[in-house]
T-cell receptor, first 111, second 111 residues
Framework: QKEVEQNSGPLSVPEGAIASLNCTYS??????FFWYRQYSGKSPELIMS????GDKEDGRFTAQLNKASQYVSLLIRDSQPSDSATYLC???????????FGTGTLLAVQP | DVKVTQSSRYLVKRTGEKVFLECVQD?????MFWYRQDPGLGLRLIYF???????EKGDIPEGYSVSREKKERFSLILESASTNQTSMYLC??????????FGSGTRLTVV
């Protein structure tokens, strides 16, 4: 069974701090990795994708991938109350187009 | 980018009714998915389709069926709605290596 694991949280950080969200996955053949943000009552929206080892930065967001450790993370710098949401990690194993989702981490940014 | 439209944002149906949830994409992507999302359980795959008239069961297909007569439209059918099918239903379209785009979701309440 291919799995994606996330800490459910809540992760509480003060406004302006760095939020660090983590995800591990079981399938070593996984090729693509995604972070989705989901506000309460809304559908998930893609915020970051990463395909190779290392860091990928987009504005205040940085995705980090370590395939040897089967570990993906998302850093949010200068966290804002508007970043408060559930963050879903998703992994695309091998040849399939079917994503495997973690259960999500609830982030709460305190003003 | 693909636009994914779910026909209803909120639905209230009675136990035993046949319920149709519609999902339409505005491009030509082959892979479409239906998920349900419940608190604490994350996204659970109900059915997916990789082409017209092609479908595969996901992790929780019981009580559901699907229809894909045209490439742009993927319908989820609750044959006889039950209260345990009260949930948020999310349609997603795969963009291959670029992940999924989700529709806005349908919150279904069965009374």
């Amino acid at each position: 069974q291919k799995e994606v694991e996330q800490n459910s949280g809540p992760l509480s950080v003060p406004e302006g701090a760095i939020a660090s969200l983590n995800c591990t996955y079981s399938d070593r053949g996984s090729q693509s990795f995604f972070w989705y943000r989901q506000y309460s009552g809304k559908s998930p929206e893609l915020i970051m994708s990463i395909y190779s080892n290392g860091d990928k930065e987009d504005g205040r967001f940085t995705a980090q991938l370590n395939k040897a450790s089967q570990y993906v993370s998302l850093l949010i710098r200068d966290s804002q109350p508007s970043d408060s949401a559930t963050y879903l990690c998703a992994v695309k194993p091998g040849a399939t187009n079917k994503l495997i989702f973690g259960t999500g981490t609830l982030l709460a940014v305190q003003p | 980018d693909v636009k994914v439209t779910q026909s209803s944002r909120y639905l209230v149906k009675r136990t035993g009714e046949k319920v149709f949830l519609e999902c339409v994409q505005d491009m030509d992507h082959e892979n479409m998915f239906w998920y349900r999302q419940d608190p604490g359980l994350g996204l659970r795959l109900i059915y997916f389709s990789y082409d017209v008239k092609m479908k595969e069961k996901g992790d929780i297909p019981e009580g559901y069926s699907v229809s894909r007569e045209k490439k742009e439209r993927f319908s989820l059918i609750l044959e006889s709605a039950s209260t345990n099918q009260t949930s948020m239903y999310l349609c997603a379209v795969s963009r291959g290596a670029y992940g999924y785009t989700f529709g806005s979701g349908t919150r279904l309440t069965v009374v």
